[in-house]
T-cell receptor, first 115, second 114 residues
Framework: QKEVEQDPGPLSVPEGAIVSLNCTYS??????FMWYRQYSRKGPELLMY????GNKEDGRFTAQVDKSSKYISLFIRDSQPSDSATYLC???????????????FGKGTLLTVNP | NAGVTQTPKFRVLKTGQSMTLLCAQD?????MYWYRQDPGMGLRLIHY???????AKGEVPDGYNVSRLKKQNFLLGLESAAPSQTSVYFC?????????????FGPGTRLTVT
């Protein structure tokens, strides 16, 4: 079993839709959970991150972590064509005693938002 | 700040040729990484460095070598290129901020080996 599983999609939605992107993981040591966005032919850039369980909201984006289920989600409200990109989840263990400078990435989900 | 830059942006090699990819960062980050990204495979870590003069193997190190002689630069070398090394290569750097290591990525190098 891969440490991080992510549905590659592709996912195609109409503008204004609510988008849900998900990852599951197997390593219970993971404490930091991140979402990166990668536009076509560009490098990934960090969208947001959460520590341990709970929710975090940033504008139209909400990240959720359910450690009991080893499941993380990224919700995009009122999706826009400019949100069209590949979204990668990434995770790391805590710093003390763990090498959290290394991230474990999902394979990414390609999202297209149609006007 | 330029952030993370990569040279070259594109390259075509013949099997058996060698080349060096250069990564430079101007954020004074301690940690630097080289990844390759292939369709359906995601980002895979090739080598990384936790500081000037140090290097370590990642998930897929075979066929690659690296050097970190200066803190701001991280070089990735291919001694004898193979078609299996056709990929997009990304360099990243990071530093610890509030417990998390945010990795900043360069724009990528598209390498084709024929």
């Amino acid at each position: 079993q891969k440490e991080v599983e992510q549905d590659p999609g592709p996912l195609s939605v109409p503008e204004g839709a609510i988008v849900s992107l998900n990852c599951t993981y197997s390593n219970s040591a993971f404490q930091y959970f991140m979402w990166y966005r990668q536009y076509s032919r560009k490098g990934p850039e960090l969208l947001m991150y959460t520590y341990s369980s709970g929710n975090k909201e940033d504008g139209r984006f909400t990240a959720q972590v359910d450690k009991s289920s080893k499941y993380i989600s990224l919700f995009i409200r009122d999706s826009q064509p400019s949100d069209s990109a590949t979204y990668l989840c990434a995770m790391s263990p805590p710093g003390s005693g763990g090498s959290n400078y290394k991230l474990t990435f999902g394979k990414g989900t390609l999202l297209t938002v149609n006007p | 700040n330029a952030g993370v830059t990569q040279t070259p942006k594109f390259r075509v090699l013949k099997t058996g040729q060698s080349m060096t990819l250069l990564c430079a960062q101007d954020m004074n980050h301690e940690y630097m990484y080289w990844y390759r990204q292939d369709p359906g495979m995601g980002l895979r870590l090739i080598h990384y460095s936790v500081g000037e003069g140090t290097t370590a193997k990642g998930e897929v190190p075979d066929g690659y070598n690296v050097s970190r002689l200066k803190k701001q630069n991280f070089l990735l070398g291919l001694e004898s290129a193979a078609p299996s090394q056709t990929s997009v290569y990304f360099c990243a750097s990071s530093a610890r901020l509030a417990g998390v290591y945010e990795q900043y990525f360069g724009p990528g190098t598209r390498l084709t080996v024929t």
